[in-house]
């Protein structure tokens, strides 16, 4: 099975990241294919206030690394 696994980081690190590690991890020994697609909440820094609110109702950039991602793994 093709699993796609979205996952977020934050700034401080936390059993968030182990469980979405240790799931690829499990998902992978037991034969599905895991693509892994992570994205990381610092590459709102440097933004004005106004920015980083539109970008957390609709990231176009993050949408855009979905959706190609999906195309990618679903026709190789």
Excluded: C
């Excluded at 799931?23 to 709102?44: D, I, P, Q, S, Y």
């Excluded at 970008?55 to 950039?61: C, K, Q």
């Amino acid at each position: 099975m093709h699993i796609l696994q979205l996952h977020t980081h934050y700034q401080q690190p936390g059993g968030e990241d182990g469980v979405f590690s240790d799931e690829v991890t499990l998902l992978r020994e037991r034969g599905h294919e895991v693509k892994a697609l992570t994205f990381h909440n610092r590459e709102l820094e440097g933004l004005s206030s106004w920015r980083q609110a539109s970008i957390t109702l609709w990231n176009r950039e993050a949408y855009r690394r979905v959706r190609e991602t999906i195309w990618d793994f679903s026709f190789r």
